[in-house]
């Protein structure tokens, strides 16, 4: 078990995130490359798609934040994710340098469908949760031009 989470949705909010896994400490930004985002699981938590993480060649990537975990965080966070994720093993770019990739884990859609649109309410709490923690002033423009559910 990594003792890296990298988060790109709703888990970038410190709200959030305490309220799941008290123990974790934010670590810094960092790009997950050849990813894409996309909303690829209706959620009844949301009312709208959920987050994922699609590979994908010719994207420049998807930005988050990386966590470090404890071992009593990671069974909350994976209870709290559940069905329908899975957890992954990812390189990211910690602050979207080069030649400094970090192994974590991140969750990832096990059976893929849509795309579906967001909820406004979880776009925003992602939106939110990105200026929160100093994601790239282009990667926050692209996630507040995504539609959402009217």
């Not at 990813?35 to 994908?56: K, N, Q």
Request: glycine share 8%.
């Amino acid at each position: 078990m990594s003792r890296y989470y990298f988060a790109y949705a709703s888990n970038l909010d410190s709200s959030q995130m305490e309220r799941r896994c008290p123990d974790a400490q934010y670590r810094s930004k960092a790009l997950l490359t050849k990813h894409r985002l996309a909303f690829t699981h209706p959620s009844s938590t949301w009312g709208g798609g959920s987050a994922d993480i699609v590979e994908d060649e010719t994207s420049p990537g998807v930005w988050g934040g990386v966590y470090e975990m404890s071992a009593s965080d990671w069974d909350r966070l994976n209870e709290a994710e559940g069905k329908p994720y899975k957890r992954i093993k990812v390189t990211v770019l910690e602050a979207g340098v080069e030649d400094c990739p970090l192994e974590c884990e991140a969750f990832k859609v096990v059976d893929p469908t849509g795309p579906h649109l967001p909820s406004k309410l979880y776009h925003e709490k992602i939106v939110r949760g990105a200026l929160a923690r100093g994601l790239p002033a282009g990667w926050i423009a692209w996630l507040r031009g995504l539609s959402t559910k009217a």
